[in-house]
């Protein structure tokens, strides 16, 4: 793709996500008009009602939303590029299965309280990630396979005591909650919450831009990394904590978020067909748009919210089918 095409292709983006952003702050139970958004941000009169709705509840979703997507789908290529794994997604080392595990432990054993669920989460997620350093650290072998398969013993090790709290919890309010939670939902996000987790995803997000020629070293072999002046072993353990800390704290918020780490890099360099950091970038613009598209359609489509993760599957499946095709006939 020429110099020409790429500026356009991101036009294209920017656009798209600003119209779903818009389209995104309007939808929902309690409409917000074109109008009302106007007079807001003019600083005009209008009803308290609809100023509280936007303030406190529609915009943070939104940004969150914008955010989350972004966040997952540049972490989803990060993966995809230091493991160079085409399905490599924020499972492989294990961080959703630890973010899940710790909302469980709290459901279990402290309640549905949604600050301590979420402070569980992402504390389980982090955890999960250095049990994944430790054991790879035990093995004496730094190779991106064992990331992988440290990351895969890591995650089953983790649904294995979730299934535990499962058959011990209680089937009528526990046991629906870890269920609930475990399909992601952004409809307890508000204003306060997003100060809290906003701040943590921006700087795992500027870390991962300032490593961006770091990042793409890595897919090199690992020896050719090292000539090139690379710290291989610590670089990576860097660059995957920071890229954690982004996915730990959407998930902490908005419970667990499938398909977008995994799609949106495929469709970025689909569009883009090139493989660097414009296309990490690109992905993550993706990534945004369609978590905007599937939370707009989670609100909805049916008189309860349905769980994000519902959505973003069914919108992932076919460009992830398309992909297939396209590949195969790359092959041919």
Same mark, same amino acid.
């Given at each position: 793709?020429?110099?020409?095409?790429?500026?356009?292709?991101?036009?294209?983006?920017?656009?798209?996500?600003?119209?779903?952003?818009?389209?995104?702050?309007?939808?929902?139970?309690?409409?917000? /008009?074109?109008?009302?958004?106007?007079?807001?941000?003019?600083?005009?009169?209008?009803?308290?009602?609809?100023?509280?709705?936007?303030?406190?509840?529609?915009?943070?979703?939104?940004?969150?939303?914008?955010?989350?997507?972004?966040?997952?789908?540049?972490?989803? !290529?990060?993966?995809?590029?230091?493991?160079?794994?085409?399905?490599?997604?924020?499972?492989?080392?294990?961080?959703?299965?630890?973010?899940?595990?710790?909302?469980?432990?709290?459901?279990?054993?402290?309640?549905?309280?949604?600050?301590?669920?979420?402070?569980?989460?992402?504390?389980?997620?982090?955890?999960?990630?250095?049990?994944? /350093?430790?054991?790879?650290?035990?093995?004496?072998?730094?190779?991106?396979? /064992?990331?992988?398969?440290?990351?895969?013993?890591?995650?089953?090790?983790?649904?294995?005591?979730?299934?535990?709290?499962?058959?011990?919890?209680?089937?009528?309010?526990?046991?629906?909650?870890?269920?609930?939670?475990?399909?992601?939902?952004?409809? !307890?996000?508000?204003?306060?919450?997003?100060?809290?987790?906003?701040?943590?995803?921006?700087?795992?997000?500027?870390?991962?831009?300032?490593?961006?020629?770091?990042?793409?070293?890595?897919?090199?072999?690992?020896?050719?990394?090292?000539?090139?002046?690379?710290?291989?072993?610590?670089?990576?353990?860097?660059?995957?904590?920071?890229?954690?800390?982004?996915?730990?704290?959407?998930?902490?918020?908005?419970?667990?978020?499938?398909?977008?780490?995994?799609?949106?890099?495929?469709?970025?360099?689909?569009?883009?067909?090139?493989?660097?950091?414009?296309?990490?970038?690109?992905?993550?613009?993706?990534?945004?748009?369609?978590?905007?598209?599937?939370?707009?359609?989670?609100?909805?489509?049916?008189?309860?919210?349905?769980?994000?993760?519902?959505?973003?599957?069914?919108?992932?499946?076919?460009?992830?089918?398309?992909?297939?095709?396209?590949?195969?006939?790359?092959?041919?």
């Amino acid at each position: 793709m020429n110099s020409k095409k790429l500026k356009i292709s991101f036009v294209l983006i920017v656009i798209s996500i600003f119209t779903s952003f818009v389209i995104s702050i309007c939808v929902g139970k309690y409409p917000i /008009t074109l109008d009302d958004i106007k007079n807001l941000i003019l600083g005009n009169s209008i009803n308290e009602m609809s100023r509280k709705v936007f303030f406190t509840l529609r915009l943070p979703r939104t940004i969150m939303t914008l955010t989350a997507g972004f966040g997952l789908g540049m972490a989803g !290529s990060v993966y995809q590029t230091i493991f160079r794994n085409p399905l490599a997604s924020p499972d492989i080392i294990g961080v959703s299965s630890g973010a899940n595990l710790g909302a469980a432990v709290a459901i279990i054993f402290v309640g549905n309280q949604i600050n301590l669920v979420a402070g569980s989460a992402f504390i389980g997620g982090l955890m999960a990630v250095y049990a994944v /350093t430790l054991l790879v650290h035990v093995t004496q072998n730094n190779s991106t396979a /064992t990331y992988v398969l440290a990351g895969i013993v890591i995650a089953s090790l983790s649904q294995s005591i979730i299934m535990v709290l499962k058959f011990f919890a209680d089937p009528e309010s526990e046991l629906a909650a870890i269920e609930f939670w475990s399909m992601g939902s952004f409809g !307890s996000v508000t204003d306060l919450k997003l100060q809290v987790v906003l701040p943590i995803i921006l700087l795992g997000i500027i870390v991962v831009i300032l490593f961006r020629r770091q990042i793409f070293l890595l897919a090199l072999n690992e020896d050719e990394s090292r000539m090139l002046g690379v710290r291989v072993t610590l670089i990576r353990v860097i660059i995957l904590s920071f890229t954690t800390l982004v996915v730990a704290a959407i998930v902490s918020i908005t419970g667990l978020i499938a398909f977008i780490g995994l799609i949106a890099p495929h469709i970025g360099k689909l569009i883009l067909k090139r493989q660097n950091f414009t296309t990490c970038i690109f992905s993550a613009c993706v990534g945004s748009i369609i978590m905007m598209l599937a939370d707009c359609l989670a609100r909805t489509l049916y008189t309860a919210e349905l769980p994000i993760s519902i959505l973003t599957t069914f919108l992932g499946v076919p460009f992830l089918i398309y992909f297939m095709y396209h590949k195969k006939e790359e092959q041919i």
